[in-house]
């Protein structure tokens, strides 16, 4: 199986799953979401984060091609160009963090490598901005409560597998932080612990149509 590993752009872009290619949870704060979901189209809104965080910070994502098929992706940023980052009860991300929104594999092409080639991908591309590390909020109940979240955020097994630490407890969105000295230098048995999380993300959250909900709402307490 041939694996490529490009940047998101606005030519990518159309690449990424139709449910977030439609989503607009992280990149607007939650009134600018419902409003772009019950007037407006998710997607242009999507397409205009994207145009300027490339513009004013660099690559924002990754996306990993099998044979020549989209088979997941990675967005990522500092918490200035994401407005949902400060709606969380255990905000703010950390000044010398950037924030990783979300990470999928397709489940089809799960079992190849693909989760540690887009993980350790954006490691080396933060790394060489001379960032320290990746923050993330992760869901301690995935897969337990299907709500507006489900989908947008990753289980936080997924993250202490792989590294990351606690900085900030919650029963539902703990914060957590992964140094990239230590993303850069993982084991073969953490990076096969990362392909079999990502690969056990439910595929109908991926894959299914965003709702307005989904677009619109916010983590609470």
Known sequence: MSR??????????????????????????????????????????????????LLEWGSCGKLIYADGMPAGFALYAPPAYVPR??????????QDAVLLMTAHVVPPFGGGGLGRMLIQGVARDITKRGIKAIEA????????????????????DFFTAVGFKTVRPHPRFPRVRLELRTALS?????????????????????????????????PKE
């Not at 419902?34 to 205009?48: Q, S």
């Not at 073969?188 to 709402?217: C, F, H, Q």
Request: glycine share 6%; proline share 7%.
């Open 4 to 53: 490529r590993l490009v940047n998101l752009t606005l030519d990518t872009l159309e690449d990424l799953p139709r449910r977030c290619r439609q989503c607009v949870y992280w990149e607007l704060d939650p009134v600018a979401a419902e409003r772009a979901c019950a007037t407006g189209d998710p997607g242009l809104e999507k397409e205009a984060w994207v145009s300027q965080t």
């Open 186 to 218: 993982w084991k073969s048995d953490v990076e096969y612990a990362l392909e079999k999380l990502l690969n056990s993300m439910n595929p109908d959250a991926i894959l299914r149509p965003a709702t307005s909900s989904m677009l619109a709402g916010s």
């Open 137 to 156: 909020f992760g869901d301690a109940k995935y897969g337990d409560e299907m709500d507006e979240m489900s989908g947008c955020l990753a289980p936080v």
């Open 85 to 94: 980052s400060m709606a969380f009860p255990t905000s703010p991300i950390s």
